[in-house]
């Protein structure tokens, strides 16, 4: 499909996927949608690579033993950075 001015119209622009916007930020609460606004704010990369340091101070550098709770912690911290690369790689994958 094109334009009145001869350009293609994308179709993942369709009505259909720009509707789905506004449903998927209704079905965010207020904190989830500071948290992204944050996350997007300090740069994704900067963001990934202070979690690992985190996590690799308090897994290598560390000379108590972690518990249970403080392995699910930094688990936890490895899934919140590797989805954050997953939506850099994304996000660099369109502006290409």
Request: glycine share 4%; with cysteine.
């Amino acid at each position: 499909m094109s334009t009145q001015d001869g350009q293609k119209s994308c179709p993942q622009c369709s009505s259909a996927n720009a509707q789905s916007a506004p449903k998927i930020s209704q079905m965010l609460s207020p904190a989830q949608i500071q948290l992204l606004d944050y996350a997007d704010a300090l740069d994704g990369p900067d963001l990934v690579k202070s979690l690992k340091l985190l996590h690799n101070i308090a897994v290598y550098h560390s000379s108590e033993p972690l518990d249970e709770a403080e392995k699910d912690a930094l688990y936890s911290v490895k899934g919140l950075w590797e989805c954050i690369e997953r939506i850099v790689f994304e996000k660099l994958k369109v502006k290409k």
